[in-house]
């Protein structure tokens, strides 16, 4: 299995078999923001960040899989989208909300949702997005 891939290029598949970590490596050109590397990679470092998969278990016992980032951050992923449930600083758009809706719905998963990083174990339970406001304070979107 490769040590280092392109974050776009990781699965769940790859984050379920092992763990992975952000890449930060200024003098060969790696940006923590697009690889990722495993244990087994010369360039490892206990000091990492981990980019963990994650399981998510819906109000109505339906489960599905994605990412964890480490520091607040879960992501339902799919063949072709990662759906964010945590926005950082930035209020999300309508546009996003709505897609994140219509995901939820199209797939029959109702909130709220437990979200479980499988290798550090951290639980976070979102019933709707979550955002920090001006004053650095968690605001949730319902959906």
Known sequence: MDTIKRIEDITTDDLAQQ????LQDEEVGFDAFE??????????SEDMIELEFAEF?????KV???IY????????MTPDNWYALWYGADMPEAEEL?????FLVKSGY???VVAKSKWTGVIKEYKGVQFLDESGVIQEVSL
């Open 98 to 102: 709505l897609r994140l809706k219509n």
């Open 57 to 61: 278990t819906f109000a109505n016992g």
């Open 64 to 66: 599905a899989y994605g």
């Open 35 to 44: 690889y990722v590397i495993t244990e087994a990679h010369p360039s490892f």
């Open 110 to 112: 109702e909130l709220p």
């Open 69 to 76: 980032d480490g520091f607040e951050a879960f992501n339902i």
């Open 19 to 22: 763990r992975w970590f952000l």
